[in-house]
Structure formats: C-alpha cells, structure tokens
C-alpha cells in the first residue's frame, strides 16, 4: 500500500489550454473524491466516485471540467480551455466504507498555475 | 448548508507550551468530524476522526473533542514542537443523504517557535 498518488506534481499552462490530472488511489479503495484548494482555504468538494460510477458534483464543476474513472481504479481529471482562475492545488482522495469510519485519505495535490 | 469555521486562523507559540485550536459547525446533523494537518505545498494528513457517537479520540499528544450539540470541536495539542508548525484543518461529513463529501474549514496556521 503506497498511498494516494497524483501526478503531475505541478502543472504549469496558459490560459485556453487543456489539462489532464492524474489520481491514483489506495488499491483496495472503492471511493474516489476530487477537492480544489486556493491559498489560504480548505479544499473544496468538486465530484465523488464510488467504483466508476460519479455520484456527485459539485456546482464549482463547471461544464469545463470533467472527470472519468473507467475501470474503477484510477481517476483522471480535464479542464478545458483553463483560466486564471482555475489556478489552485487539485487534490484526490479515497476511501473504503467499513461499518465505523470510511476515513479519507489524501494525496500530494497537483499545484495548477495558468498564466 | 452546512459551513465550518476555524479560529484562529493564525496561531504563534513558543515550544512547550499546550495548545487548543477550535473549530464549529453550523448544522450538527454530522457522520464525523477530523482533523488534518498539512504542511506547506502538500497534501493532506490525517490525525484523528471522531465519529458523531464519540466525545473524543487521542492520538500521542494529540486530543481531539467533539460536542455536536453545540456545533464544536477542538483539537489539543500537548507539549509543541517546532515540528507541529503546519496547518491544521478540521471537515466534518454530513449523515444525511448521499452526500460523501467532507466540508472543510479554512484551517489554523500554527508557528511553534524553539
């Protein structure tokens, strides 16, 4: 078990162009949650999958985003056409529902900038 | 909807002293509630979950407390070190609905000074 991963680490872009985030959960994890955090905020909820099925999205995700998890495993997530706005660390987190905590863990973020 | 607040956001002390970072809730309609702590540039650590039937987890120095009725928590930090400068964020998952997410606060900022 290695944890939650992301990749890239950093992602540096212009604006109008798209980008693609990778997560990569805890193996045995069957959820998979993407959160945006600005500096100076706690993240904030952007959209929810249990298995490769999305359950939920937040408002913040606007028709520019979109996130996919095909086999169950991995997650990906695009922004199209980014804005200046859309700098931020992106983090993904998962988690296996027990019957006591269905605790969340995190993993390092990808740090967007678009310049 | 519900909505987390963290006071204060900045926190200085020197090392030794013990510590007590707050945070409330508005809706008291929780699952659980846990502290994280996270460092500059990275992602998320998770210290303690107190699942809305408890009163309060510990964890080495770390003593977490829930009051749900009141809509507050804290978290009690024994004996700093220079190594607990980090921020300290607290998110609570709603019971109802299918809602899975967590709701996070904007975090304390703590400096322990040697």
């Known amino acids: 078990d290695t944890g939650v991963s992301q990749d890239p680490r950093h992602k540096i872009t212009k604006r109008g162009q798209n980008v693609t985030f990778r997560c990569d959960p805890i193996s045995e994890h069957n959820r998979l949650y993407w959160y945006r955090q600005t500096l100076g905020q706690g993240p904030e909820f952007l959209t929810y999958f249990q298995n490769e099925a999305q359950l939920e999205k937040s408002r913040l995700l606007s028709d520019r985003f979109s996130a996919e998890r095909p086999k169950g495993s991995f997650s990906t997530l695009e922004i199209q056409r980014t804005e200046q706005g859309d700098s931020a660390m992106y983090l993904c987190?998962?988690?296996?529902?027990?019957?006591?905590?269905?605790?969340?863990?995190f993993g390092p973020g990808t740090r967007l900038t678009v310049l | 909807k519900q909505e987390v607040t963290q006071i204060p956001a900045a926190l200085s002390v020197p090392e030794g002293e013990n510590l007590v970072l707050n945070c409330s809730f508005t809706?008291?309609?929780?699952?659980?509630l846990q502290w994280f702590r996270q460092d500059p540039g990275k992602g998320l650590t998770s210290l303690l979950l107190i699942q809305s039937s408890q009163r309060e987890q510990t964890s080495g120095r770390l003593n977490a407390s829930l009051d749900k009725s009141s809509g507050r928590s804290t978290l009690y930090i024994a004996a700093s070190q220079p190594g607990d400068s980090a921020t300290y964020l607290c998110?609570?998952?709603?019971?109802?609905?299918?809602?899975?997410?967590?709701?996070f606060g904007s975090g304390t900022q703590l400096t322990v000074l040697p």
């Open positions: 809706d008291s309609a929780i699952y659980n």
């Open positions: 998110a609570v998952k709603i019971s109802s609905g299918s809602a899975r997410q967590l709701t």
């Open positions: 987190a998962s988690s296996y529902r027990d019957k006591s905590t269905d605790t969340q863990y």
